[in-house]
């Protein structure tokens, strides 16, 4: 893995890039709502792209305390990643993943994207911790969250909270 330019390179010809408003509007054009995000499943909808949500999402996130990633696979966004909640005085942040629909899930895509993330947060913002969480029916990002070595915090109103630490 490496850092170049403001493109983290890793294995697999996935790259994370920072996150613009013409990226955001390619990863939704194709994007998929998970059923397995949601712990209310009455709350999950189909998506569908209008050019209004894509910028009015893009424009939200549009902050100092976050990080906005684009997962790209052979100049294609696939996912994004977002570290938010940076606490520079606390030197810690929060990580979350999310790929653009099931075509992407299960081939190391988003492990790698998270590899590069994790490095990212320690390396170049200087964190000495990332946290993460996930609803505990996400058995999927639990599982890839252990393989990196994030460890289990605790278990609160539905979801699991993990930490990993800066070696």
């Not at 408003?21 to 792209?49: G, Q, T, V």
Request: glycine share 6%; charged share 30%.
């Amino acid at each position: 893995m490496s850092f170049d330019g403001g493109i983290l390179v890793g294995n697999a010809n996935i790259e994370l890039k920072p996150m613009t408003r013409e990226l955001c509007h390619a990863l939704f054009r194709e994007w998929e709502n998970d059923p397995d995000i949601y712990s209310d499943m009455s709350l999950f909808k189909p998506f569908i792209y209008t050019k209004e949500y894509a910028d009015k999402y893009f424009d939200s996130k549009q902050k100092p305390d976050r990080k906005m990633l684009a997962i790209m696979l052979e100049d294609k966004p696939i996912g994004e990643i977002q570290l938010k909640q940076i606490d520079f005085d606390k030197k810690e942040c929060t990580l979350s993943i999310h790929m653009q629909n099931d075509s992407y899930k299960g081939k190391g895509y988003g492990t790698t994207a998270e590899k590069l993330a994790i490095e990212y947060a320690f390396s170049i913002l200087g964190m000495n911790a990332v946290n993460a969480d996930t609803i505990i029916e996400n058995k999927r990002s639990q599982h890839i969250l252990e393989k990196l070595g994030f460890k289990f915090l605790k278990e609160e109103d539905g979801f699991i909270f993990y930490r990993i630490q800066r070696s």
